[in-house]
C-alpha cells in the first residue's frame, strides 16, 4: 500500500509569504507527527495529531507556525510570514497508534529566499 | 525534557569489520529506544526498536538502562550498510514525538 505521502516535495518562496504544507498518512494510522530537519538543529519534533486534536502545541517554533488535522486523515502546516531560518525540511509520519513505529514521508524541501 | 546523543558524526569502517554507533540518552522514565535510517536518497526508515529484540540485517542493540546507552552493532559490516544512522527516544506510552540524536554517517569502504 501507498506511505505517508507529503506535498509539494519542493518549495521556494519569497520572505514574508505564508506557506502551506501537506500530509497524506498511511490508512487507518491515527497518529500524526510533524519533524523538521536542518543543518544546524538536525531532526527536531514540532507537533502530535491523536485524531484530529494535538495536545501539545509546545514544540512549534513560534506562533507564525500552526497546524490542523481534519477527518483524522490530512494535516497541514502551515507557516506564516517566512523567514530566512524556516528553511529545512519538513518531514510527516504516521503510526497506527501512539505506542507504535512511525512511518515518514519523503518530506517537504522548503527555501526562502 | 529527553536528550538523545550520538558521538560520531562520522564513523568509517572497512567492509567485513565490526561496527558500532553509539547512542546515550537522558530521561527521567522509561522510555522507547529506536535507531532509524536513511539510505542515500531514501526516507528515513525504522531499523528496530529496543521492546522487539530483534535482528535487522545483522544489527543489533541491546538497551543498558545502568549506563543509558543503546548502542547498534553489527559483526560483520557490508557496503550497503553506508547510510545515515539516527537514534531517536519515545516517552514511555508513547503519546509524544520522536527526540531524535544528531545523528551518524556511516561509510563502509570496500
Known amino acids: 500500500g501507498a506511505g505517508v505521502s507529503q506535498s509539494p516535495s519542493n518549495k521556494v518562496t519569497e520572505k514574508g509569504k505564508d506557506v502551506e504544507l501537506r500530509c497524506d498518512p498511511i490508512s487507518g494510522h491515527t497518529a500524526l507527527y510533524w519533524y523538521r530537519q536542518s543543518l544546524g538543529q538536525g531532526l527536531e519534533f514540532l507537533i502530535y495529531?491523536?485524531?484530529?486534536?494535538?495536545?501539545?502545541k509546545s514544540g512549534l517554533p513560534s506562533d507564525r507556525f500552526s497546524a490542523e488535522r481534519t477527518g483524522g486523515s490530512v494535516s497541514t502546516l502551515t507557516i506564516q510570514r517566512t523567514q530566512q531560518e524556516d528553511s529545512a525540511v519538513y518531514l510527516c509520519?504516521?503510526?497506527?497508534?501512539?505506542?507504535?513505529?512511525?512511518?515518514f514521508g519523503d518530506g517537504t524541501r522548503l527555501s526562502i529566499l | 525534557a529527553q536528550r538523545v546523543t550520538q558521538p560520531e558524526k562520522l564513523l568509517s569502517v572497512f567492509k567485513g569489520a565490526p561496527v558500532e554507533l553509539k547512542c546515550n540518552y537522558s530521561y527521567s522514565g522509561s522510555p522507547e529506544l529506536f535507531w532509524y535510517v536513511q539510505y542515500s536518497r531514501q526516507r528515513l526508515q525504522l531499523l528496530l526498536r529496543?521492546?522487539s529484540r530483534e535482528s535487522i540485517k545483522g544489527f543489533t542493540a541491546d538497551l543498558n538502562k545502568g549506563e543509558t546507552s543503546f548502542h547498534l552493532k553489527k559483526p560483520f559490516a557490508q557496503e550497503e550498510d553506508s547510510a545515515m544512522y539516527y537514534c531517536?527516544?519515545?516517552?514511555?506510552?508513547?503519546?509524544?514525538?520522536?527526540?531524535f540524536g544528531k545523528g551518524t554517517h556511516l561509510i563502509i569502504q570496500p
Open positions: 509520519a504516521s503510526s497506527l497508534a501512539p505506542n507504535q513505529p512511525q512511518h
Open positions: 529496543h521492546i
Open positions: 531517536a527516544l519515545q516517552p514511555g506510552g508513547g503519546a509524544d514525538g520522536l527526540t
Open positions: 495529531f491523536q485524531g484530529n486534536s494535538a495536545p501539545d
